[in-house]
C-alpha cells in the first residue's frame, strides 16, 4: 500500500501527520457524483452497480486527496438482506415499506448469511483494482441499535420515541433483534474484509437518544461482539452523541474510537491514552471564510496531541458544503506535522 497512514494510526503507532479522510465524502458536495448520479434512476441502482460504486468510491480520492476510500453503499442494506427492503426517496431520505411490529415479525427476518450482498463486495474488489494500492479501502455497518431504529420506525426521526418504547415494553423482543442484526452483521463484515477492506468503521449514528444504563443494555454488548468476532482488521466504532458512554466505548474493544463534534478529545483522552481517536471539526465550520477553516482545522489537531489521531469532521459532510472548503479542511491537515 502506498499510503497506509490510517492504518498505521488505527493500530495506535505515531504517523509524522494525521490520516484523513470525511464521512460522506462520496456523495453530494462532488459535482462528479451529481453527474452520475442524474444520469441513473436513483440512489439504490448506484449502490448495486458495483463499477458506478467503486467510481464514485474514488472520486474524494483523486478529487479531495483523502488518505482513504470508504465503500460507497449504506447502512440499510442490512435490513433489506434481513428481509425489510427499503427505498430512498428523492429529497426526502430513507422509508421501509414494511417495519417491525411483533414478535411475530422478528420471527419471520433471517439472520443475513452475507452473500445477499455480493454487489458490496463486488464494488470493493473494483474499487481496490481502480486504486491500484494508493489508500486502503473502509468496510462499515450500522449499529445493532441503529438498525433497530430504522426496523421498528422505517424512518429517520429526532427522537426515535417508537425503538425506545421497545427497549422498555419488550426488552426480551428487543434484545432478539438486535441478535439477529448483530449475527447478520458480523457475516457481513467478514465478506467485506475478504473482499479487501482494510479497516472498518461502525456507524451508532442515534446513539444519542440513549442513556448510560440503556446504552450498556442494549448497544455495547453487541458493538464489542461485532469487534471481537471481525478482528483481522483494525476498527473504528462512532457512537453519535454518546457522551454518557465515553468510558464503555474507550474500554471497547475497538481500536479507535469516533467523536462528534461536541465531545472533546482533551476529556477523553482522559479515560485512555493508548486508544485511537477519530475526528471531528463540526461540519458547519465549512461553512465559513478560508482563513476560519485554516484556524479551525488547527485548533482540532492540537486538541488531539497526546496519542494517535485521524482526522475527521465530526459527522457527515452535509451535501450543500463548498467541496473547495473540504478540500481546504483536508490539505490543512495534510501539511501539518504531528
Ligand atoms: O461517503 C461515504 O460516507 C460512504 C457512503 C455512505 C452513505 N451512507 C451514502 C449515502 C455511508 C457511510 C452511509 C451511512 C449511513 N446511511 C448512515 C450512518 C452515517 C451517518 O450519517 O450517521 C445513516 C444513518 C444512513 C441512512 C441514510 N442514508 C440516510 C438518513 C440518508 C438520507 C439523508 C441524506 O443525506 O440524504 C441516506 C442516503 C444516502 N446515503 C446518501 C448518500 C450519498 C444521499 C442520497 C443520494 O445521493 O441520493
Known sequence: MDNDLIICAARGEKTERSPVWVMRQAGRILPEYR???SSISGFKELVE?????????????????TDSAIIFSDILVIPEAMGLPYEMKEGIGPRFPEVV??????DRLNVAEGGELKYVYDAIAETKRRLA???????????????FCYMIEGKGSKTFSE??????SNPIGSHKLLEKITQSTINYLKLQVEAGVSLYQVFDSWAGVLSKPLYEEFCMPYLNRISEEVNSVPNIVFAKGAHFST????????????????????????????KTLQGNLDPTVLYGDDALVVQKTKEMLTSFKGGAHIANLGHGVYPDTDWKKVKLFIDTIKSSQN
Not at 494500492?133 to 441503529?146: C, Q, S, Y
Not at 425503538?163 to 422498555?168: G, I, N, S, Y
Not at 474500554?251 to 469516533?258: F, L, Q, T
Open 35 to 37: 453527474a452520475i448520479r
Open 163 to 168: 425503538a425506545r418504547k421497545w427497549l422498555h
Open 247 to 274: 468510558q464503555d466505548l474507550m474500554e471497547s474493544s475497538y481500536n479507535a474510537v469516533g467523536l462528534d463534534w461536541t465531545m472533546n478529545p482533551v476529556e477523553v483522552r482522559k479515560f485512555s491514552n493508548t
Open 133 to 147: 494500492g494508493r489508500v486502503p479501502v473502509i468496510g462499515f455497518a450500522g449499529a445493532p441499535f441503529t438498525i
Open 101 to 106: 411490529q411483533s414478535d411475530s415479525d422478528i
Open 49 to 65: 452497480t458495483p463499477d458506478l460504486a467503486a467510481e464514485v468510491t474514488v472520486q474524494p480520492v483523486d478529487i479531495l486527496g
